[in-house]
């Protein structure tokens, strides 16, 4: 099923207020980038497929339930690293294939500076983990790059995405899944979301914040 879904939970909007907040330091900001990623992959990962397994228990033997699909985790560099961890804890199977975007200052257009995705051997469900879609432009390029690779089901993984955005990525992409913590309504001239968090990259290793 494709889509936008914009995910509703006390849990989540109180942890997105407080990624919001400029004086949430750099330590809660990545603690608050991990909550908001398991939640969003619990609902993200709703319609995996599993199959019937029996298991030995202390008592008794039962009937329990195993995944059965490929999962690969795509974190987009950098910012989509500190979904990683988080999202391995709940899928330890899944595999990590990394691909490198930055947005050019200039342009705000996305530059690719790095791919560790095989030629051949697609996984079956891939995870694009990025806490931004702002323009879109970086996503579109992953989905093209995992659409080249043969992948037959995505789901992008984001804590913020801007309207602008969103339907760039339903335009191009219909049948990919956009899983958000909130949809903000605006971009602004440097196209950063707002009000958005700021640069979630900067957030996140501690580095220069010049969101302003
Ligand atoms: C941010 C963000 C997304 C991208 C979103 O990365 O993490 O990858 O911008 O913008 P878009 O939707 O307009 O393409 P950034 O370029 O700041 O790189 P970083 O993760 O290294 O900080």
């Not at 958005?196 to 969101?211: E, K, P, S």
């Amino acid at each position: 099923m494709s889509g936008v879904f914009e995910v509703q939970h006390p849990l989540i909007a109180c942890h997105l207020t407080r990624l919001r907040d400029e004086s949430t330091p750099s330590p809660e900001f990545r603690q608050l980038v991990n909550r908001l990623a398991s939640l969003l992959a619990y609902e993200a990962t709703k319609d995996l497929h599993t199959e019937p397994v029996t298991v030995q228990t202390p008592l008794a033997r039962t009937e329990g339930r195993r995944l059965t699909q490929r999962i690969g985790l795509i974190p987009i560099l950098r910012a989509g690293l500190a979904m990683v961890d988080p999202v391995l804890e709940l899928i330890p199977s899944a595999e990590v294939w990394h691909l490198g975007l930055y947005r050019d200052e200039e342009t705000a257009k996305p530059v690719k500076y790095y791919s560790k995705l095989p030629a051949e051997r697609p996984v079956d469900v891939a995870l694009i983990l990025d806490p931004m879609l702002a323009t879109g432009g970086s996503v579109v390029a992953a989905l093209t790059t995992l659409r080249d690779w043969g992948v037959p089901h995505v789901k992008l993984l984001s804590l913020i995405a801007a309207e602008e955005g969103v339907k760039l990525v339903e335009s191009t992409f219909p049948d990919s899944q956009i899983y958000v913590c909130h949809i903000d309504p605006d971009l602004n001239d440097r196209k950063f979301i707002v009000p958005g968090l700021g640069d979630a990259g900067d957030r996140i290793f501690n580095t220069v914040n010049d969101a302003g």
